[in-house]
Nanobody
Framework: VQLQASGGGLVQAGGSLRLSCAAS????????VGWFRRAPGKEREFVAA???????YYADSSKGRFTISRDNAKNTVYLQMNSLKPEDTAVYYC???????????????????WGQGTLVTVSS
């Protein structure tokens, strides 16, 4: 499966963005799909994920502000980001895999397929 992330941009603190992760090559409605981000000078970190059952998981930094959702008809997963902060500035990546176990859902190493990343910049 090929993943294409989009929707990044420049936004002021307190603003919103919606990222999209479109899959091609096959349907990925049975995949676990995650969003990760890498801020300048930092390691890649987990943001949110969609489990096969439909359950969603969030990093503490994302809870209450970000929402992950999916549209199986469009083969797309979204990340709605509200109340953005300057510390949310990063390149955001989507990732997918069919074989992840739940205990590894927050680990970037567990995901096989990755999009190219989309830059989110939040100005203060």
């Amino acid at each position: 499966v090929q993943l294409q992330a989009s929707g990044g941009g420049l936004v002021q603190a307190g603003g919103s963005l919606r990222l999209s992760c479109a899959a091609s090559g096959r349907t990925f409605n049975r995949d676990v799909v995650g969003w990760f981000r890498r801020a300048p000078g930092k390691e890649r970190e987990f943001v949110a994920a969609f489990w096969r059952s439909g359950a969603t998981y969030y990093a503490d930094s994302s809870k209450g502000r970000f929402t992950i959702s999916r549209d199986n008809a469009k083969n797309t997963v979204y990340l709605q980001m509200n109340s953005l902060k300057p510390e949310d500035t990063a390149v955001y990546y989507c990732a997918a895999d069919q074989s992840i176990i739940l205990s590894s859902i927050t680990s970037s190493q567990a995901y096989t397929y990755w999009g190219q990343g989309t830059l989110v910049t939040v100005s203060s």
